[in-house]
């Protein structure tokens, strides 16, 4: 019964988590957004990308102070991937979070994208 209480909550984390980063996905920055279970996300980074799964988390926490893992620690080889963990984040702190994160990666990849571009 003990994790039973923590259900509703943790589903409405990861539904504001995947509501934010939809867009991101929509438009050609993220591909596919897996939530297999337990209280993770996994976000596919397309394998074009100049910086690593790492880079990209390292840039999270130093620009925009937000962190992330990169799947490679979780098995998740090939494709770079994030790994988001919203199990422990009440539902109001994911309110306040997740718009942060979604600007933060769309700030990012779109930034990767432009650069992209530009050497066309």
């Known amino acids: 019964e003990y994790p039973k209480r923590f259900w509703s909550d943790m589903r409405e984390s990861r539904d504001r988590l995947i ?3 939809q867009p991101l996905q929509e ?3 993220l591909g ?3 939530s297999p279970g ?3 996300l996994f976000v ?3 394998p074009r990308r100049r910086q690593s799964g790492w880079e990209l988390a390292r840039r999270l926490v130093e620009e925009h102070g937000l962190a992330a893992v990169p799947g490679e620690p979780f098995g ?3 494709e770079p991937h994030f790994r988001f963990s919203y199990g422990n ?3 109001g ?3 306040v979070a997740v718009p942060r994160l979604g600007a933060a990666l769309g700030a990012l990849l779109g930034e990767e994208r432009a650069e992209k571009g530009r050497e066309r």
Request: net charge negative; hydrophobic share 50%.
């Open 19 to 21: 509501a934010a980063l």
């Open 27 to 29: 438009a050609g920055l």
């Open 32 to 34: 596919e957004l897996r």
């Open 38 to 40: 337990g209280f993770y």
């Open 44 to 46: 596919c980074l397309h």
């Open 76 to 78: 998740m080889e090939g």
């Open 89 to 91: 984040i009440p539902p």
């Open 93 to 95: 702190d994911m309110a």
